[in-house]
């Protein structure tokens, strides 16, 4: 054992020796990385949610999806998982409903892994936003993300071990025109994954946050080929980012690959944001 790994088991923290064998175990365990975990992802109808849980799903996960009851694709997630030998369980209902977040914890026992993904993208100038449109889009990305993580850490906290990941967005961090509810609302998620990511790391659970750019999702798809070649001229890759570029991202972040990772905003962006 190296100086640095007796110094480390000595104070109780994790070694190398420990790490890598976890590691290890996790890459090479029957029926993938994730298998025996239990994740819930929120928004998992389309898009990135769905890539998540089907990413997930591939590496052994036990799916709870949730989504609207409208989300017609959430039979087509369901169906496609389970017909790979996966495990589906769905959870309908509206995230900025407090009561669905209970209804949900209500009925899990056990959660290793939250994706807290849920949201919409609705453009409108500021001098015509209403209080209605206001409140609805931090409901659904702030208080939707604020309820669920309450939900998971009761039962993490249990087993002293959790990660829960919010899918924020570039535009949390850089903001964007007509988009100033949508924009507050993703850098509200950036400080509440800080701030719980600070309360709970001595606890064994883990906070991050993913902060895509534009990414190739159904909903961009409808706007039409020009729409997409001019956004794609925005980033250095000249090109818009996969559902499941994202998803790689989290499974990471979900993984033994990452525990020395607390507190981080990954920027998946196509080079759209470089901090200094």
């Keep these: 054992m190296t100086e640095e790994n007796k110094l480390a088991a000595t104070l109780g923290w994790l070694t190398g020796e420990q790490h890598l064998a976890a590691l290890q175990a996790e890459q090479t365990q029957e029926g993938g990385r994730f298998c025996g975990k239990t994740v819930l992802v929120t928004g998992a109808g389309s898009g990135i949610g769905f890539a998540i849980c ?19 694709k959430l039979a087509v997630l369901k169906s496609t998982i389970e017909a790979r030998g996966g495990t589906c369980t769905l959870k309908l209902g509206d995230v900025s409903d407090p009561q669905t977040a209970a209804k949900i914890f209500a009925d899990i026992e056990t959660l290793d892994v939250l994706v807290n993904n849920a949201g919409y993208l609705a453009e409108v100038p500021l001098s015509e936003m209403t209080d209605a449109q206001w409140d ?57 994954t800080k701030s719980l990511a600070r309360e709970l790391g001595g ?6 946050a993913v902060a895509p750019g534009g990414i190739l999702t159904p909903l961009v798809g409808r706007l039409g080929d020009e729409y997409i070649e001019n956004e794609a001229k925005l980033y250095p890759l000249n090109r818009l980012g996969l559902p499941s570029e994202i998803a790689a991202v989290v499974l990471f972040l979900a993984s033994n690959a990452a525990t020395f990772m607390t507190g981080q905003v990954v920027g998946v962006n196509g080079g759209g944001v470089m901090n200094g």
């Design 54 to 72: 089907e990413a997930l799903a591939r590496e052994g996960a036990q799916i709870i999806a949730n989504d609207l009851p409208t989300q017609n």
């Design 136 to 192: 609805q889009m931090i409901k659904v990305h702030l208080y939707g993300s604020f309820y669920f993580a309450r939900g998971a850490v009761g039962l993490m906290r249990r087993q002293g071990f959790g990660r829960i990941i919010n899918i924020a967005s570039d535009l949390g961090q850089i903001g964007c025109q007509n988009l100033a509810h949508y924009s507050a609302a993703k850098g509200g998620i950036i400080a509440l």
């Design 203 to 208: 606890q064994g659970i883990l906070v991050n």
